[in-house]
């Protein structure tokens, strides 16, 4: 993709890890916590100040579902005073009018209360997923890099995103269904027995044969519904990744390629949805054959037992008809209830486990601060490996005096942005130590030591919204003046004013910035920070050389006066460098100016001539 064509970066984590490189992982349908009641009383303790409206919402849920199941009893009431007009006697039209009130009453009681339970829950759900989020949100600002390094950003998105909707949705949902359903299986068992002990028994015989047909049927479509949510998240990630590298695919002709891929995994998702579905499908259909089959048995248990003196009206068999619908949906619903906790239990293990990682030391008791800055900068016999089996940095010193502009050089892989991590207390070191103006970092803040610096990174970001949001970033009390002076040292005011609404101009995917325009807002944003020192780390790696000399000449704008450290690979960029530290797997093994070093006749010097053979030669 050509640099003209590059987008503005938004706000947007990278895609996690996988085959495809595919989106936030899935909490799959039916998937299992390995620990469900850890998990379960975890999310019991966060709900705590949630409990008292729990507990409003069940006697809600209770209220109504008792409301629900004396209903039919009044039915068969109203249906026996209308049936007394079969005997040729009159109807007491007193008695259907109060059964018929009873009757309204008690329904609109139910869905009043059913309502307020739900409206309840909505609270309660949205309160929890925002407490949660807001200490994700937390956790993430407290969590030390390496926990990044090992984790795909997919996958800590997912938890912020789909595992608490998960929670959420399982609370306001399943959980009124869970309690309507138990209190209304009880209720309408008692009801039934209460009522006519002989159709209850045919009841208690028949729906369950139905119950166990759907979870067998339950049971084996699971698997199809975990195969279609992965086959689904594999197709969206490689139709992502084959839109995203849309010219690579082009150039290489690798159309057919891709779209012989996308037939196979859409072939697979097909098959796994079809199954699904078709075994889904068949859940109602089981459930109404018994259903219809309660039905029957009711009709024909009911009428001998009139014929025979049993039952003294016919009310009674109405409302058997009334609980065998009654009875059915609690069975239906607590099989689908249960699978939506348990859903709901993994992804509050998976978010509680975020919420338990370890994190960075607390570091309220380290008040040394700087009063003023000079600049000096001093590594000790530095050590580091990002496995601390693994050592990289072994054993680093280096002396910088304030204001000098010092040059990091190497090899891929030689510690340069190591030791820009560690300067910057991304990560801690193994042994040694630095310190900025005779104070070891490690007894100040993280936040003190890292406001002490400006940075301007090889991977320009920007997120949606202006240009002038885009650099004054997270600077407060900035003016506008302020901002355009800014961009006029970074020679980018002058593409900003040409932009439609200049700093005023909204960024997003619609605007083309190139990758060296979008590098000179990013150190436009550095001078707006106005921090004491500068990090530049290959800021000119992926511009031409127009582009490359107006970023050099914004970057030696930006380091003027400054203590400054840049990384380079094109090395006639720090040709002007007062001190060159040149490194080599992790150790410094060459340091200077830029002609010393050359006089030496070293490692540098070979590097130097290297790459400009190289450049002379694509000439």
Known sequence: MSEQNKTVQQKRPPAGRGPFGGGPGYQGAGEKPKNFRKSVGSLVKTMRPYLPWVLIAVLFTAGGTVAAILAPTYLGKLTDQIAVSLFGLPIDMTEVAKFGVILAIFYACSMLLNYTQSFIMAGVNQGLSKDLRTRISKKINRLPLKYFDGHATGDTLSRVTNDVDTIGQALNQSFSTLIMSVIMLIGVLIAMFVTCWQLALVIVVTVPVGFALMMAVIKISQKYFKAQQRELGELNGQIEETYSGHNVVKAFNAAGAAEKDFDAINGKLFNSALNAQFLSGLMMPIMGFIGNFGYVAVCAVGA??????????????????IYVRLFQNPLANLAQAFNALQSAAAAAERVFDFLGEEEQSDESQKPRTLARVEGRVEFKHARFGYNPD???????????????????VGPTGAGKTTIVNLLMRFYELNGGEILIDGVPIGQMRREDVRGLFGMVLQDTWLFEGSVKENIVYAKEGVTDGEVVEACKAANIDHFIRTLPKGYDMHLDDDV???????QLMTIARAMVQNSPMLILDEATSNVDTRTEQLIQDAMDKATAGRTSFVIAHR??????????????????????????????????AELYNSQFNLEAAAV
Not at 512 to 517: A, K
């Open 571 to 604: 090395l006639s960029t720090i040709k002007n460098a007062d001190l060159i530290l040149v490194m080599k797997d992790g150790d410094v093994i060459e340091s200077g100016s830029h002609n010393r070093l050359i006089e030496q006749n070293g490692f540098y």
């Open 512 to 518: 083309n910035i190139s990758g060296g325009q979008r």
């Open 304 to 321: 001998t037992l009139f014929v025979n003196g049993t039952l003294t009206g016919l009310g009674v068999i109405t409302s058997f008809f």
């Open 390 to 408: 693994k050592i990289i940095i072994k054993d680093f010193s280096a002396s910088v005096e304030p204001g000098q502009k010092v040059a990091i």
